[in-house]
């Protein structure tokens, strides 16, 4: 690899393609991103980051798996810095975060369709945009941009989140709730229990931060593959009546919160990478992700004439 042994160590995504100089034209010219360093005579790599954010994707051919030169990022990255590279299929999404102060969605959105590739542009109000466009290999890189809101117009959004669920899923029965967009994709049922699961989840971290009046105080979660959860926890098969009325009643005490406590909306801790994370951030996370799988919801529906 030349010119970037210290770089290689901040792989995050690697992605398996046929042709990496042909693929890599595809992230210079459709999606803006700037060539880091290549290693074609090691197994054909390159490695790309976007404008403005930190080195994140090496494109290598499949058999780069194997032992080469190509390889041995992933693993100096496993080493140096964490966690080992997400390695996705096509087909998956990768989520890719929009560096602060960036505008650049309207301009990969105008050069990909004009590219010809699929594109998807979803805005989740006060919370985030997600521009996901589909690359030739087939990977959905998913552009997602934070929109600034006013705290009203989060706890707004956040607690409208009950009302949308039970009007999403009024007059379905046990079985529609297995309708799917298509086959291997989760069903109405598995998206209202995953999204109650992750919202038991955040209101652990969004305690313990209206609990703490220190903003340097550090909150370590534990990582969870949402898929292994839906698997342990038998998201296909068990009834949503439950976790609906809880969804309900943990956002109620949340706004029970935000209503009594003077400020506590505006306490923080420190978090992965030594970020802060406010509560009112988190509650418009929590709000979004809901509202998100709240209209896939509804696009099953459509699907299905309901």
């Known amino acids: ?10 792989v995050k995504v690697v992605l398996d393609v046929d042709d990496p100089a042909e693929a890599g034209r ?9 060539r880091a360093g290549t290693n074609r005579e090691e197994g054909g790599g390159e490695l ?12 290598q051919r499949p058999d780069g798996a194997k032992g080469d030169k190509v390889e041995t990022l992933g693993t100096t990255a496993a080493a140096n810095s964490g966690p080992a590279p997400n390695r996705p299929a096509p087909g998956d999404r990768v989520y890719v975060l929009v560096p602060d102060g960036a505008d650049m969605l309207d301009a990969v959105k105008c050069r990909a369709e004009a590219a ?9 109000p006060f919370c985030w945009r997600t521009l996901t466009v589909t690359t030739p290999e087939g990977y959905r890189l998913a552009f997602w941009k934070e929109l600034e809101a006013a705290p009203g117009d989060i706890a707004a959004a ?7 669920l039970e009007a999403a899923l009024a007059g379905l029965d046990e079985s529609a709730l297995d309708w799917a967009l298509a086959a291997g994709k989760w069903s109405i049922r598995q998206q209202v229990l995953h999204l109650v699961d992750l919202e038991l989840a955040s209101v652990h971290k969004l305690k313990y931060i209206a609990g703490s009046t ?4 550090v909150y370590t979660g534990n990582r969870f593959t949402q898929d292994e959860w839906a698997e342990a926890m ?10 609906m009325a809880l969804f309900r009643l943990l956002r109620e005490h949340v706004l029970l919160l935000y209503r009594h406590i003077p400020g506590i909306m505006e306490r923080s801790v420190r978090v992965g990478g030594g970020r802060h994370e406010s509560a009112i951030r988190l509650m418009k996370s929590m709000a979004g992700h809901a509202n998100t799988h709240i209209r896939r919801i509804l696009e099953i529906r459509e699907l ?3």
């Open 158 to 164: 956040y607690a409208s989140g009950p009302e949308r």
């Open 116 to 124: 010809g590739a699929p594109v998807r542009d979803e805005t989740e």
């Open 48 to 59: 790309l980051r976007m404008p403005g954010g930190e080195l994140a994707l090496l494109l």
């Open 1 to 10: 690899m030349r010119g970037n042994s210290g770089q290689s160590r901040n």
């Open 304 to 306: 299905f004439g309901r």
């Open 26 to 34: 595809f992230y210079e010219e459709v999606l803006g991103w700037e």
């Open 234 to 243: 038998r998201y296909a098969d068990r009834p949503v009546v439950v976790e």
């Open 214 to 217: 220190e903003p340097d105080r």
